[in-house]
């Protein structure tokens, strides 16, 4: 048997707070602001549907980035972050363009500089210091809860108002999504900010990507208390390299919106709706599909139609208490991102293998892929001996170690303390 599997606990407001604020102290010499935390989050299901106009239904991890803050009258922007305490980055924010800051600062400062491209001037430089127990390179998002942390500190530090009110929250996402995908470089499609900004505990957001729907429109609170079902959700961390930014995320992106073009629709969601709203859905899938010449294009099309559907049997299956379905809508997720999306590596099927045998009523990868980690559905009491036994089949294949998270529905982004 290998080493016992190693689970990553959330640190906890107080302790997060803490660690912060007196790495920040110690660096700046002055005590920050205050203290404010976004979390990460897993996407229970709805995968690579939201850049399509689609579903998804994530839920808010208990584990947060903090950020510890100050404002500062020039706009020089100092950050630093507790895994390398010694390296500060700083730049300068008048004449900062696109693309200008490079490595994890680009998240940070890309918030900062994106509020002020949205002509919020008053926004001016800060010194930061990052705590983390997201792991980084997990696909459970470790960006946006950097990205939002920050976002909502700039907000409260400089007095924008927008982080009172789910409405007003869009204006944040908006500025951390561009942040990502124009400062960093890292494509993203809107529901892992959405997620951090917007999820409530023992909650999951059935999140509408759909163009032009109002906050209200766009989320709806869906309740996700596992335990009473007696059930737990498993969240393992591969630990295989995850990379969204070398051109696998975008090329599927792309071939959607081709495919979109030549279907004579805005977005793939007009074709979802309509292909499962018919009487025969997989009839009319077929419909839609041989209007498309390319194989691939095909394979990916399916993917998001189908998944877009997934979302709402989930939510109603879950709703009846139906752990059965609720389990097999996981595994068609699952093999549909693996076989029409492409998207998994071997260490996300194994690992999705290994929980399906050892009784996980159902298992998925989670995230945009190519790497990160795999949820699966358990009974309670099971997450640990089910991970052990990916670990033991990752020993026995030559893979890396993975780790394992205890997951619940957990509050958004929120400032701690003064």
Same mark, same amino acid.
């Given at each position: 048997m290998t080493t016992a599997v190693e689970f990553i606990e959330p640190m906890g407001d107080a302790d997060g707070a803490a660690r912060a604020a007196a790495l920040f102290e110690a660096r700046f010499g002055t005590a920050p602001a205050g203290v404010?935390?976004?979390?990460?989050?897993?996407?229970? =299901? &709805?995968?690579?549907?939201?850049?399509?106009?689609?579903?998804? @239904?994530? +839920?808010?991890?208990?584990?947060? $980035?903090?950020?510890?803050?100050?404002?500062?009258?020039?706009t020089t922007v100092r950050v630093i972050?507790?895994?390398?305490?010694?390296?500060?980055?700083?730049?300068?924010?008048?004449g900062l363009a696109a693309g200008g800051v490079d490595g994890w600062s680009a998240y940070p =400062?890309?918030?900062?500089?994106a509020l002020r491209e949205a002509g919020f001037d008053q926004v001016r430089g800060f010194d930061a210091v990052f705590s983390s127990c997201v792991p980084l390179g997990s696909g459970l998002s470790s960006s946006a809860a950097m990205t939002c942390s920050t976002a909502l500190a700039l907000d409260d530090?400089?007095?924008?108002?927008? &982080?009172?009110?789910?409405?007003?929250? =869009?204006? @944040? +996402?908006?500025?951390?999504?561009?942040?990502?995908?124009?400062?960093?470089?890292?494509?993203t499609g809107g529901l892992d900010q959405n997620a951090s900004m917007r999820c409530a505990a023992d909650h999951a957001i059935r999140l509408d990507c759909m163009p032009g729907l109002t906050?209200?429109?766009?989320v709806r609170q869906e309740p996700f208390d596992l335990s009473a079902y007696g059930l737990e959700l498993l969240v393992l961390d591969t630990q295989a390299p995850h990379q969204l930014n070398d051109g696998q995320y975008q090329a599927r992106r792309t071939m959607c919106e081709e495919a979109a073009q030549i279907l004579g629709v805005p977005n793939l969601r007009v074709v979802a709706d309509q292909v499962n709203a018919a009487v025969d859905p997989a009839a009319a899938l077929e419909d839609v599909l041989v209007q498309l010449d390319?194989?691939?294009?095909?394979?990916?099309?399916?993917?998001? =139609?189908?998944?877009?559907?997934?979302?709402?049997?989930?939510?109603?299956?879950?709703?009846?208490?139906? +752990?059965? $379905?609720?389990?097999?809508?996981?595994?068609?997720?699952?093999?549909?991102?693996?076989?029409?999306?492409?998207?998994?590596?071997?260490?996300?099927?194994?690992?999705?293998?290994?929980?399906?045998?050892?009784g996980a009523y159902g298992a998925r990868m989670t995230g945009g892929g190519f790497g990160g980690s795999i949820i699966a559905l358990v009974n309670a009491g099971e997450s640990r001996r089910?991970?052990?036994? +990916?670990?033991?089949?990752?020993?026995?294949?030559?893979?890396?170690?993975?780790?394992? @998270?205890?997951?619940?529905?957990?509050?958004?982004?929120?400032?701690?303390?003064d």
């Open positions: 404010w935390a976004a979390p990460g989050r897993v996407n229970l =299901i &709805g995968e690579h549907t939201d850049y399509n106009g689609g579903l998804c @239904l994530p +839920i808010a991890l208990p584990h947060r $980035t903090y950020v510890a803050l100050a404002p500062r009258d020039d972050s507790d895994m390398t305490p010694d390296e500060m980055t700083m730049v300068d924010l008048d =400062i890309g918030v900062a500089w530090v400089y007095g924008l108002e927008f &982080g009172g009110s789910d409405e007003g929250r =869009i204006t @944040l +996402i908006d500025a951390a999504v561009m942040a990502e995908n124009e400062m960093a470089g890292a494509s906050a209200a429109q766009s390319d194989e691939t294009m095909r394979r990916r099309v399916r993917h998001v =139609i189908t998944e877009i559907g997934r979302v709402d049997d989930f939510i109603d299956a879950f709703g009846r208490g139906d +752990i059965e $379905t609720v389990g097999a809508l996981f595994n068609a997720s699952h093999d549909s991102l693996r076989d029409d999306y492409e998207v998994t590596v071997p260490e996300l099927d194994v690992a999705v293998d290994v929980a399906r045998n050892e089910i991970a052990q036994a +990916i670990a033991d089949e990752f020993a026995r294949r030559g893979f890396d170690a993975p780790r394992a @998270l205890p997951a619940r529905a957990s509050q958004s982004a929120h400032r701690v303390n």
